[in-house]
């Protein structure tokens, strides 16, 4: 069965790929949109896969924590589904940045360029969180996996539980904020987490169902809390449709209305009926955050051409081939000796016994915390404090969304780094540290980047702001916004920054020389500063070559 749904897999992302490549190669103009927002279905896909990346480990972190007794091949189903639904998450952010290979421009460090991204942007936000989520949940899958052959690692599989449950509500309320902080009104206001969060649970719930159900496998718990949060959910849009008149009778029959049919007994008894069900909420979730984030004028039967419609394919393909590809070299690794194919029911029972968690829960957890409480002040003083080159200086209130991720990260790794030392084999041991060593020397070369100084030595001012030079300047520092032509770097400004204006002779003339150097030594409103890093003569041999371009436009 794994081998035809690898083809299956397969498939779906052969029929995606050339929509992929096309979104890549020509942008925002490649996919539906409208006049009031860029984002199209790359973003839409983005919020529903990072959603049900969410939901995986959020589903077994919860069980875990508060000691459900959940079976083992559910757990690792679902953490295996947050991993593989990542990989697909994070391939849409970069559709939209277009030069893919900038993306390190969003971490928050400083160069030695003196570049540092904006720390205020929900986008550099949602970098940093996702990351973190990411490594913190292979970490956790793979603790979880091993330790059925490693007795040490069941020490840590808990506190890491504890420690993912917030993370997850925390990113997730990071990505909400990405629409909050929008000029669009039907996307401020405080139901913004709230809503994202029930709705990453009851998807995610819809996913686990349908992957176990492909395991021969069925978990009643998890078919009882996806009816109980597609009442939350129904409540939810009614209350959207009497206070802002928005309503979709697809996304409201398919997420709330289809699911009360599990109260039908030949329903919920039957693997077809509760596939039914499953798909029908992801259908549901899927279009409604197409509404919620592209046309205004949502019309069903024209909103999708051919490339949304593949990259949705690519989405779905690449994730069935990723799961089941693993699923099936991981083998008996998912499954533990207590559990065997076949029919597994988990009722609520008087036979059930629940684990209260104690204080063993949080004994190992003391150091790692304090360490990350440390590690995160001292990040916090450091950005706050240092001369990052902007116009206005960053608050802490601009640094506390990073600071739950960055505490969860150190006191993770802090956390399991013994442990799973001690039972890694030498030659491990030795590509580790050859990684370690050759990440630190990645690290190294980005902070230096390059020297942005002006040259030593004496060169007269003709040649240093001869054409070329100029021309040399304006690729490094200015092309990235602004385009080679002037004309703007269309995909990467539209998700990363406000709109620059296009160049024009009308535009400049209106401007004046005298100005446009202002601008550039001192920025202006999202435009970064250059004071110090290039000369008033090469400010005015911009302005120079901002004309020429202007006239080469004409």
């Not at 972190?61 to 559910?74: D, M």
Request: aromatic share 14%; net charge neutral.
């Amino acid at each position: 069965m794994y081998r035809f749904l690898v083809y299956i897999g397969a498939a779906l992302l052969l029929l995606g790929a050339t929509a992929f490549g096309v979104s890549l190669w020509d942008g925002p103009s490649a996919w539906h949109t409208d006049g009031r927002t860029f984002w199209g279905i790359p973003i839409s896909l983005f919020v529903l896969w990072i959603g049900l990346a969410h939901a995986g480990t959020l589903i077994s972190a919860i069980f875990l924590a508060l000691g459900y007794p959940l079976g083992r091949r559910t757990s690792m189903i679902a953490e295996l589904s947050t991993l593989c639904s990542l990989a697909v998450a994070v391939l849409f952010p970069l559709v939209h940045l277009g030069v893919i290979e900038n993306f390190y421009m969003v971490v928050p460090f400083l160069d030695a360029r003196g570049n540092f991204s904006n720390i205020r942007s929900p986008l550099v936000w949602d970098f940093c969180c996702i990351a973190v989520y990411g490594m913190v949940s292979a970490l956790f899958f793979v603790s979880h996996l091993f330790c059925e052959k490693n007795p040490s690692l069941k020490s840590l599989i808990r506190p890491m539980a504890w420690l993912l449950f917030p993370l997850v509500l925390w990113v997730h309320t990071i990505v909400s904020l990405d629409f909050a902080v929008t000029f669009v009104p039907e996307w401020r206001g405080a139901f913004f987490p709230l809503y994202f969060i029930a709705g990453a649970i009851y998807s995610g719930l819809a996913l686990v169902i349908i992957l176990l159900t492909a395991e021969h496998c069925r978990v009643r718990v998890l078919e009882k809390l996806m009816l109980s949060l597609s009442w939350f959910m129904a409540a939810f849009w009614l209350w959207e449709f009497m206070l802002k008149g928005t309503f979709s009778f697809e996304v409201v029959f398919l997420g709330a209305v289809v699911p009360q049919l599990m109260w039908l007994r030949f329903i919920r008894e039957n693997t077809f009926g509760r596939l039914l069900v499953a798909f029908s909420i992801l259908i549901s979730l899927g279009l409604e955050r197409y509404i919620l984030v592209t046309p205004s004028e949502y019309d069903v039967a024209n909103a999708f051409g051919w490339v949304d419609l593949g990259l949705v394919s690519f989405s779905v393909g690449l994730f069935v081939l990723l799961f089941f590809v693993l699923r099936a070299k991981l083998g008996s690794l998912l499954e533990g000796d207590d559990v065997v194919m076949g029919e597994i029911v988990v009722q609520e029972d008087d036979t059930a016994k629940t684990d209260v968690p104690g204080r063993n829960d949080f004994t190992p957890l003391r150091f790692p915390l304090l360490l990350g409480a440390l590690f995160t002040l001292l990040y916090v003083i450091w950005a706050v404090s240092c001369d990052n080159g902007m116009v206005f200086p960053l608050s802490v209130e601009n640094v506390v969304p990073l600071c739950l991720p960055i505490f969860v990260l150190v006191a993770c790794f802090t956390l399991c780094a013994g442990p799973l030392w001690k039972i890694t084999g030498k030659r491990t041991k030795i590509v580790c540290i050859v990684l370690a060593g050759f990440l630190g020397i990645l690290a190294g070369a980005f902070w230096s980047g390059g020297s942005s100084e002006a040259p030593s030595g004496a060169v007269s001012v003709q040649e240093l702001t001869s054409s070329k030079t100029i021309e040399g300047i304006w690729m490094s520092r200015c092309a990235s916004c602004h385009g080679n032509d002037g004309m703007f770097n269309e995909k990467f400004v539209r998700e990363y920054y406000p709109l620059p204006q296009k160049l024009s002779l009308e535009r400049l003339d209106s401007l004046g020389a005298d100005s446009l150097v202002h601008v550039i030594l001192d920025g202006r409103v999202n435009m970064n500063p250059y004071r110090g890093r290039i000369t008033e003569d090469e400010a005015r041999g911009l302005v120079r070559y901002m004309r020429r371009l202007a006239g080469e436009e004409q």
